[in-house]
């Protein structure tokens, strides 16, 4: 499951992730189950609005190394792949 942050393009943090999701980019979210739910309660909800499927990590620091960044995330997404 976590993989997928590593094979395919993809977007660490809340601002990345909300604009991409924004601009329908977004393929799979994933969310920190030990992340502030006033951070990630929005988020979550519009994941849900535009049909992007939402899976959560149980922790903030799993999440990021498996986002390939030294600290926690409390949300990341793949990114659609490009189609040629």
């Not at 601009?23 to 992340?35: C, I, L, N, R, T």
């Amino acid at each position: 499951m976590l993989n997928q942050l590593k094979e395919g393009p993809a977007h660490v943090g809340l601002k990345q992730s909300k604009r991409a999701l924004q601009e329908g980019k977004v393929a799979k979210a994933f969310v920190a189950e030990d992340a502030d739910p006033h951070v990630t309660r929005a988020f979550v909800a519009e994941c849900a609005a535009a049909g992007v499927d939402v899976d959560y990590v149980d922790s903030m620091l799993r999440l990021g190394h498996a986002a390939g960044i030294d600290r926690g995330a409390a949300v990341a997404v793949v990114l659609k792949q490009e189609s040629v």
